[in-house]
């Protein structure tokens, strides 16, 4: 393939990343995030970008900065406000790749004031966030839909079962096990399972390149 064709694999296509953690407030001063770094989600925004893509990037709170003129990045904190911001773009895109590590469980409320310390333990009620990428695979027509999984056991078949009950095309499992691997750092050593079963094994390697490998097989699916 000629590089000036490989520019060209996604013009015209309308793609939503969403990236990094979000942040749940506990008070105006503290909060129940994650060590996302946003990394693998704005490679991914970048890469669609450099294909011809028109990307909106949602991102949660990150240290990073997007270079390419054609990503379009929103900002939001809390899973609750990634939600709407998703809901809002999810309609006319071609796929949605859902790179970010989307809190579980917000705290039940935001104490106005800064909260005292004081003797002996102290409890946050949470309550459970809705699941963004779980609401998307209802409500998808045609849009490619992408998952990753975290696991720390069971890996395959935990993210099998995210597959189906999600209503994913396909669905990336990180694996946390490698040493450098992670969500952290600037290397993934990642699977890539779809749903007629296909399973593809990827090497250890830099973020950007692993991005590669899930447009590669995005591209497919286009
Ligand atoms: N996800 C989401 N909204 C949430 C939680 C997760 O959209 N509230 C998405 C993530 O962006 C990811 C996928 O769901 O693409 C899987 O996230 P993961 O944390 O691995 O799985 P969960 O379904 O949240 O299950 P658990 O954390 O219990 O393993
Ligand atoms: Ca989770």
């Given amino acids: 393939i000629h590089h000036f064709e490989y520019e060209q694999l996604l013009k015209g296509k309308r793609i939503l990343v969403t990236a990094g953690p979000t942040f749940e407030p506990?008070?105006?001063?503290?909060?129940?995030?994650?060590?996302?770094?946003?990394?693998?989600?704005?490679?991914i925004a970048e890469l669609c970008a450099k294909l011809g893509a028109s990307v909106n990037l949602i991102s949660g709170p990150v240290a990073l900065e997007v270079h390419h003129p054609n990503v379009k990045r929103i900002n939001v904190t809390t899973a609750e406000e990634m939600l709407s911001a998703v809901d809002y773009a999810f309609t006319d895109c071609d796929a949605c790749i859902m790179s970010a590590a989307v809190a579980d469980y917000t705290p039940l409320e935001k104490a106005a004031q800064k909260i005292k310390k004081s003797d002996g333990e102290f409890n946050i009620t949470l309550k459970k966030t809705t699941d963004i990428l779980q609401y998307l695979g209802s409500i998808k027509k045609n849009q490619i839909l992408v998952g990753f999984a975290l696991e720390t056991e069971k890996e395959e078949e935990h993210a099998k079962l995210k597959l189906q009950k999600k209503n994913l095309d396909f669905i990336v499992l990180n694996s946390l096990n490698d040493e450098g691997a992670g969500f952290k750092g600037d290397l993934n050593k990642v699977t890539i399972i779809q749903t007629d079963g296909a399973?593809?094994?990827?090497?250890l390697k830099s973020k950007s390149e692993v991005a590669q490998d899930i447009i590669n097989t995005l591209i497919k699916y286009l």
Avoid: Q
């Fill in 26 to 43: 506990i008070d105006p001063v503290r909060f129940i995030g994650n060590y996302s770094s946003g990394k693998m989600g704005f490679a």
């Fill in 199 to 203: 399973t593809t094994y990827y090497d």
